[in-house]
């Protein structure tokens, strides 16, 4: 069957419902929840603080430590607690993510913490994890050049789609699934994270680029009024 | 920060006059909050506040082969972790000994007060059973993360229903779910944690006064027919309790029981609605 | 800290406050566009436009745009009064939790009176809480000395942690919040620029101190803050 039209009926550059929020855990330095509608993450920030063991120190500057944790009940089949490869290597990339717009350089020998959960899921949950984490790192008042937001692009048979759901990145018909998660900068649109998984043609890369942009720019938004104190949810 | 020496001082020179750092009294609880809703994609979900001790709790269900000693009663597992996000003194890594205690006590508590219809929980004898998979996730600890965890799990056990099982291919529908809940009895369980600091006992410590504390005692208590049960208890720490102070415990146990046994089967019908 | 959408009302009191102009931004906010303008903490200036470089409170006076933070750890400097706990002890001095990036260390000499190297945990023990001042940041540590009037171990009492942002409100101008809760509580009260409060008095005194620190931190930024704390301490005793 053609791909012509969205599983949940949005329009293919329409994002999910949105839920944005900070201050969602009251130990934390600076803390927030990002949902794309049924993919739900929140995430903690501590520091900047004290790293031990000493020899893990940069003598030159402070390191973010990212960890995604994807809780068990998540997901329909449950997952098995703890880390494994899929949650390590996207910890690395959440933490590049990130790092590339944080100022390092003021507290050298320091260690950020982030930590990302995702309490519900339903595709996209690295992007929802990345977006909870910027807006948990501005919380905690850590300097940073400019925000970074995070989009699932898909190319769905012949259609360039932003904020992927579940069956869709299952779609086999036509052209079949290529999923092309983005994180960008919110001044200068600079790549901080892409990763793909599929197969889409070299000339029609540009479109998911400028894609990944225009959704980047809408979830900013988002990110922003949560930030000025607005507790959105689009869901209800 | 860990705990200053002047405000344990400050925790055993106000509990000399029957009062709390945080203003309660040695046997009153924080405010409790039940709310579910963490993920559609679980059997059953719950998160459970108290005071500011926060967990989310989610119930999977699975089928498995039964243990060869109970081939006709379904399975239990309980795990459970204190996240990093959870406060500064948990960092990253395999669940230590506080998540394990927990984990266990907890899983003992419903075990054993018979909350849980394992019977029910039998397809076909010695071959298939239902097997409870309770994962808890401390997210910000002030404190008694057992007895939230416990609370938690009940609350989720009871919001929880059965996932569709497919007879024909004798495997779980993941993802699909029944109206069918879980074969629960009316044995509920709950724990609660009471501290000794100094020669003075509390429930429900928060973190400085869980500092604070030289021994602990958590007792799952459930009920039948109006009767207490004492289905788990744990002690922790290396100062003794007397003989005494173990029978004020039980009968705050068992005053604490009724007062907040209201209160979360009314919270959970509101969940529920 | 959850900011609140109060934080936009903030806005309009410290107008009148301040005669200046306060908002909430966000980092890479563009908080001011125009030649004249000059970029003052945690902004940065990219052409004609001013930017934030922190979550915070933006504020122009005149030509210079800065941000007033209002969340973050503690960034010790040099002068800082601080409180610490005492996390660790050697033969040359006390490891001190004063929060923020930083471990920091006292060291014996800088005590203003000769301590016995066997003596180290007579003056301050591991859990202690001593009143301390800054005398150097370097990479990796903080140096604290106890030589100057009102520094040392503050026995009994209370340690509670605030947001350390919020302190110059719980100070007040001149001190005058800070004085008007110990007048009316008869505690004393020693406020770390790290954001470790010491309160001592009377039990009840010490509790009704606290509180009215909670609830300046809380409402720090709401309109009429020294009324509201004047009319929860005139409030019931």
């Known amino acids: 069957m053609p791909y012509t039209k969205r599983p949940d009926k949005r329009k293919f550059d329409e994002l999910r419902p949105i839920k944005?929020?900070?201050?969602?855990?009251?130990?934390?330095?600076?803390?927030?929840?990002?949902?794309?509608?049924?993919?739900?993450?929140?995430?903690?920030?501590?520091?900047?603080?004290?790293l031990h063991p000493q020899h893990m120190q940069e003598p030159d500057r402070g390191i973010i430590r990212c960890n995604y944790n994807m809780l068990p009940f998540s997901v329909t089949e449950r997952a098995r607690p703890g880390p494994n490869r899929r949650s390590k290597e996207i910890s690395m990339v959440a933490g590049n993510a990130l790092a590339s717009v944080v100022d390092l350089t003021r507290f050298p020998g320091t260690v950020i913490d982030v930590e990302i959960i995702i309490l519900?899921?339903?595709?996209?949950?690295?992007?929802?994890?990345?977006?909870?984490?910027?807006?948990?790192?501005?919380?905690?008042?850590?300097?940073?050049?400019?925000?970074?937001?995070?989009?699932?692009?898909?190319k769905i048979d012949d259609k360039i789609v932003m904020d992927l759901i579940k069956e869709e990145e299952d779609h086999e018909e036509g052209e079949g699934a290529t999923d092309i998660p983005f994180t960008m900068t919110s001044r200068t649109h600079q790549i901080t994270h892409l990763q793909l998984d599929g197969r889409i043609q070299t000339h029609r890369f540009k479109e998911a680029t400028e894609a990944a942009k225009e959704a980047c720019k809408k979830i900013l938004k988002y990110q922003e009024r949560a930030l000025k104190g607005e507790k959105i949810d689009e869901t209800k | 920060m860990k705990l200053p020496n002047i405000n344990k001082k400050r925790i055993l020179t106000l509990l000399r006059d029957g009062k709390r750092l945080d203003g309660r009294k040695p046997f009153e609880l924080r405010d409790i909050s039940i709310e579910t809703g963490v993920s559609i994609n679980a059997e059953g979900t719950s998160r459970v506040k108290i005071g500011k001790t926060e967990v989310v709790v989610g119930v999977k269900m699975d089928v498995q082969e039964p243990y060869p000693d109970h081939e006709n009663e379904g399975t239990m597992i309980t795990s459970m972790e204190f996240s990093p996000a959870a406060g500064e003194r948990w960092e990253g890594g395999p669940p230590g000994m506080d998540s394990i205690e927990i984990a266990r006590v907890v899983d003992r508590g419903i075990r054993e007060s018979g909350f849980i219809d394992w019977k029910k929980l039998c397809i076909k004898e010695g071959e298939k059973v239902w097997s409870v998979l309770i994962d808890i996730y401390c997210i910000n600890d002030d404190g008694n993360a057992m007895d939230a965890s416990a609370l938690g799990a009940i609350a989720a056990l009871k919001l929880a229903r059965f996932p569709v099982y497919d007879e024909k291919e004798e495997k779980v529908k993941f993802g699909e779910f029944t109206d069918k809940p879980l074969p629960l009895t009316e044995k509920l369980p709950l724990t609660l944690t009471f501290h000794k600091i100094g020669d003075k006992l509390i429930i429900d410590p928060n973190r400085d006064e869980e500092d604070s504390g030289e021994a602990r005692i958590t007792i799952a208590v459930?009920?039948?027919?109006?009767?207490?049960?004492?289905?788990?208890?744990?002690?922790?720490?290396?100062?003794?309790?007397?003989i005494e102070e173990m029978e004020k415990i039980i009968e705050e146990t068992e005053k604490a029981y009724d007062k907040i046994f209201a209160e979360i089967e009314k919270k959970i019908k509101h969940v529920t609605k | 800290m959850t900011p609140k959408t109060e934080e936009t009302e903030d806005t309009e009191m410290e107008i009148k406050e301040t005669k200046c102009e306060r908002k909430l931004v966000i980092p890479g906010e563009t908080i001011a566009s125009g030649e004249d303008y000059l970029p003052g903490d945690f902004t940065r200036k990219e052409g004609s436009e001013v930017i934030a470089n922190r979550y915070g409170l933006a504020e122009i006076s005149?030509?210079?745009?800065?941000?007033?933070?209002?969340?973050?750890?503690?960034?010790?400097?040099?002068?800082?009064?601080?409180?610490?706990?005492?996390?660790?002890?050697?033969?040359?001095?006390?490891?001190?939790?004063?929060g923020g990036p930083y471990s920091s260390f006292l060291p014996l000499m800088e005590c203003p009176r000769f301590i016995n190297r066997n003596n180290i945990a007579e003056f301050a023990n591991i859990g202690d809480v001593i009143h301390a001042k800054i005398l150097g940041v370097k990479k990796g540590g903080v140096d604290l000395t106890l030589k100057s009037r009102g520094l040392g171990p503050l026995e009994n009492g209370r340690l509670i942690k605030i947001n350390p942002n919020k302190v110059p409100r719980v100070i007040g101008k001149e001190g005058s919040m800070i004085n008007l809760i110990k007048d009316n509580t008869k505690t004393e009260i020693t406020v770390g620029q790290n954001g470790f409060v010491w309160v001592k008095g009377e039990l009840d005194g010490e509790e009704k101190a606290e509180k009215a620190i909670s609830l300046i931190v809380e409402e720090s930024s709401n309109s009429g803050l020294t009324e509201k704390i004047e009319k929860f301490l005139g409030g019931k005793k």
């Open chain 1, 20 to 50: 944005a929020e900070v201050g969602v855990i009251p130990n934390a330095d600076g803390s927030a929840l990002f949902a794309f509608g049924e993919t739900v993450a929140i995430a903690a920030v501590y520091g900047p603080k004290p």
């Open chain 1, 120 to 154: 519900q899921a339903n595709a996209s949950t690295r992007c929802a994890g990345i977006n909870a984490a910027a807006m948990a790192l501005a919380h905690a008042g850590i300097v940073m050049k400019e925000m970074v937001s995070s989009v699932s692009i898909g």
């Open chain 2, 222 to 242: 459930s009920s039948v027919k109006k009767e207490k049960m004492i289905n788990a208890m744990q002690k922790g720490g290396i100062t003794p309790f007397t």
């Open chain 3, 62 to 98: 005149g030509r210079v745009v800065k941000i007033i933070p209002i969340s973050g750890v503690f960034e010790p400097r040099r002068g800082n009064n601080v409180i610490g706990r005492v996390e660790d002890i050697n033969f040359s001095g006390w490891m001190i939790d004063i």
